[in-house]
Structure formats: C-alpha cells, structure tokens
C-alpha cells in the first residue's frame, strides 16, 4: 500500500442546517471548508497525509455530507464496488453541498448515471491502451513518445476517468517491481523514444523512494529530453507539493514538466495557486489538460474563466479533451458541435496564450486528432480565402508569384479569388467601426489646423451603415479613395 493509500475512516458528520451557496469568485478563488471540517487546525489541514487518512471514501461517509434521494443511494451504493470514491476533504470542501449539479461534486461524486450506458459505446478501454503495449504497464503508440502507468492510485477518483478499468488493483505497488524495470529498460533500448509521460493513476502519490527511482532512471537515459509528470494533484491535493523536498526531486532531473488538470475554475484556489508557483519557480514548465464535461464546463463563460484563471497563476493551457467513450461516462460527454462551437468563442477573443488545442482521443489506439472551426473558406490556384474571428473573409495570397487566373466579373467569395476584391468586411463590424471614428478625428484636427482634434463618439456611429465594406482592394489609388470616402 503507498503513502496515498493510507487507510482511515471518517467519523460521520452532520450535514449543516443551513449550507452557503456558493458565490464564484473570480479564480484563484477564496479557500473554503465544508462544515465537517471547520475545526480541524490549520496545521492539520495543510498536511497531506491528514487530508488522505481523513478521505471520503465510501457512500456511507457521503450521505453524512449531502444530500441524496434514496433511489441515488441505492444505484451509487452498487456503483461502489466497480470503482473506488477518494475524495480528500480540502476538494470536498469546493462542493457547493447545496446544488445537486455542481460542477465539483459531478466530477467526484457518483452518479446513478454511471450506471447506464444507452448508446453501447462506453468501452473498458476505449484508447486501446494494453494493445500498445509492448512491456506490462507501459504504452509506445506515438513513435518518439512512451507512456508509463506508474501506479492505479489517485488522490481523488475522477467519475470519467478513461483508466478506471485500473483502479481497483490493490497492493504490490510500494516497491519497485521486475515491470517497472522492464519499462525503463524498454524506454533506454528505444533510442526514438524522446518524450516520456509518467502517469497513472497519479505518480505523485507514489512513495518518494520509488518517484525516484523513475526519475533518477529516465533522467539518465541521453536519448531522453522531456519527463512529463501527468498529475491532478495540485488540483486535488495541493498540500502534497507544500513538501519542498518533493519538489526539489522533481526539480533536480532536469528534464521534468508538468501536465496538470484543471476543469473548472472553481478548482484554481489559492492552495492550487501556491504548489503550481513553487513549481514554476523550481523550474519546471506546467501546462493544464481539461477534460470538456456536459455540466462542469462545456459553456463558453465557464471555459473563458477557467482559461484566464490558468493565465493568472501562469499555467498554460495545453489540450481540451473530448471525454473518452469509457463505461460510466458516457453522461459526462458533449457533442462534437459543443467543443467547436466553444473553440469558435476563444480565438481571436482571448489571448492566444490561454486557448488550448481541441482534440479527440481516437479509438483503436489512433492517437489525438486536432478539431477547430474552419477558418479555411475556399482555395483557388493563385490563393486562399480566410476567414477570422470576427467573420472578416480575406484573399491570401501565400507564394509570391504572378497571378495565373484573368480576373473575372464575379460576386461573393469567389470575388476573392477571380475577381478584385481582397476582402469582405460583415456589418456591425466593431474594429471597423474605431478605425472610422479615428479617421474622422484626424479629418476634423486637420480642417482645424493640424493637431488632434478631441473625440466626439456622437459623430461616430457604432456600426458602419455600409451592408458591406469592401475595402482592400488591390489597387492601391481605389483603395486610398474607398478610405477617404469612409471619413467623408
């Protein structure tokens, strides 16, 4: 049994008479306690150990904390033995206790939707993991990248977890096993191999001796330039990196990044804050994988804030996950349509640091398959036709050479192409709308005798009362007129 896996129980404690609602604060948010806890010393509570013995761990400590109908009872009470409940008492304690869909219980407290599975597509092992693997626990499906499964053990259990066919695997897992060796050894005779991700379960809840030991065995290996330590816990459990000396183990390979996760900003606490600056400041590069959750963050406001919140403590987003088609989750997963509709509502909207790539895990072990919104609208011999952000359709000229089509009398997006237009602005456009309140005052400073002129916002309309602006043009004298002409 590891450090993590720490047996205790938890005395039962009474669900409060009248729960606070939770207000969200704009993440890092303000740290929080579930009333079971409230008087537990600080000192205590920042220790990790305490927080793993003191782990909810079964329905029958769940019903103590919130509420349930007897019909939930009795669905999640058989759930319990296909996949474990750990929660630690500090991510307890993000649970708004008195909202049956809040995003943080939906991630770690069972559902009787666990149970169904409607459409016959959740599968044990969607990724087709074990048929990449050619030593027990390890995964070489990309050619210059090896996953290694370190331990089945988390801090918490995630109900949409694509490994949970793994988590009831107990014992064995303290001391370094004959596999383990096996999978450094197969990453050292594989030169090609020059990414290894260190993963789980979660392989920050492996004792110390035997983190190290993988550590100390991939860092020495030439071939290999990056370690990523894929870990939830500075989401789950932050008081396991307050340890200065496990960061300084992680610290002194050299080679370590950080792949975190965070789903919902909620979860950016000034804990979660803390660990990830000690990270960074250690050295180590941290970037963040969420998970699009029907419920948890599958809208574009809760998507922003968790994106921004990540900026703010400096962790960049690295991948939105479709959810794998894994047996219990299938309630947790969205449509297609709803990533892209939410990717549509980042770029161009936010900084271009924050927007993770959107992907979709393939079946049949066929790796992560990109997928955004078509920029690229059409494409001829000569160029290409772009849109942006804003619904702005211009012609792109890539190779520097002379035209081969003979411009023709055309309309729309095929006068980009074959025609003279170079772009299409939309209506309303408000970017449009500034440079022509701009052009205007420089009209009015110049008929005033130079200088700037100060701004009048009334003789700026908002929107453009052109249906259409077309500006761009290829000739430079018709595109000076059609600027003119705007200010006039």
């Known amino acids: 049994m590891s450090e993590m896996e720490v047996s205790a129980t938890l005395e039962p404690a009474t669900v409060p008479q009248t729960p606070t ?11 929080r306690r579930h009333q079971a806890w409230k008087n537990v010393p600080k000192k205590q509570w920042d220790d990790w150990r305490w927080q793993m013995q003191n782990a909810v761990r079964s329905v029958r400590q769940l019903r103590t904390l919130i509420e349930f109908s007897e019909e939930e009872l009795e669905v999640i009470g ?32 069972p559902s009787p939707l666990e149970a169904e599975n ?55 897992w303290d001391s370094v096993s004959h596999d383990d060796h096996r999978m450094v050894e197969y990453v050292a005779k594989h030169s090609e191999i020059r990414d290894v991700i260190v993963s789980g379960g979660d392989p920050l809840t492996l004792p110390t ?15 290999v330039d990056v370690i990523r330590i894929g870990t939830r816990v500075p989401v789950t459990l932050p008081q396991r990196l307050y340890d200065k000396d496990l960061i300084d183990l992680l610290a002194s390979s050299g080679k370590v990044w950080i792949q ?20 960074l400041r250690a050295g180590m590069p941290v970037n963040n994988h969420s998970v699009l959750l029907q419920g948890v963050n599958d809208d574009l ?26 047996i219990g989750a299938g309630h947790f997963r969205t449509s297609v349509w709803k990533g892209i509709e939410i990717m549509e509502g980042l770029r161009g909207h936010m900084s271009g640091l924050g927007i993770p790539t959107y992907v979709i895990d393939s079946p049949h072990g066929g790796g992560k398959i990109p997928v955004m919104p078509n920029y690229l609208i059409s494409a001829g011999d000569d160029a290409v036709v772009l849109r942006n952000f804003e619904g702005q359709i ?50 009015m400073g110049s008929s005033c005798g130079g200088g700037s002129a100060p701004s009048h916002p009334e003789l700026a309309p908002s929107q453009p009362k052109q249906p259409l602006l077309e500006l761009g043009l290829r000739n430079p004298v018709k595109r000076r007129r059609k600027v003119a002409a705007l200010a006039d």
Not at 24 to 31: A, I, L, N
Not at 123 to 143: A, F, I, M, Q, W
Not at 301 to 326: A, E, Q
């Open 78 to 109: 058989k759930l319990e033995a296909e996949y474990k409940v750990v929660i630690p008492p500090y991510y307890f304690s993000l649970i708004d206790p008195t909202n049956p869909k809040d995003p943080i219980r939906l991630q770690s407290v």
């Open 394 to 443: 211009v012609r792109y000229q890539a190779q520097d050479k002379p035209a081969t089509t003979e411009p023709t009398f055309t309309r729309g997006v095929s006068s980009l192409l074959q025609g003279t237009r170079t772009v299409i602005i939309p209506e309303g456009n408000e970017r449009m709308a500034r440079r022509k309140q701009r052009a205007l005052g420089e009209a």
């Open 21 to 31: 609602a939770f207000e969200d604060d704009e993440p890092p948010s303000t740290p």
């Open 118 to 172: 409607p459409s016959g597509y959740e599968l044990e092992d969607p990724l087709e993991e074990d048929k990449d693997s050619p030593v027990p626990g390890l995964t070489h499906r990309y050619p210059d990248r090896a996953l290694l499964v370190t331990t089945p053990a988390c801090s918490m259990y995630c109900r949409f977890c694509t490994r949970k066919r793994a988590t009831l695997t107990r014992g064995g």
């Open 209 to 223: 001796s035997k983190l190290k030991f993988f550590l100390d065995g991939l860092s020495a290996i030439p071939h």
């Open 301 to 326: 406001g809760t998507m922003r804030s968790l994106l921004r919140g990540l900026l703010r403590i400096k962790v960049r987003p690295y991948y939105l996950f479709h959810c794998d088609p894994v």
């Open 260 to 279: 975190t996760h965070f789903n919902h900003p909620r979860e950016i606490t000034p804990e979660a804050k803390r660990v990830c600056n000690a990270l």
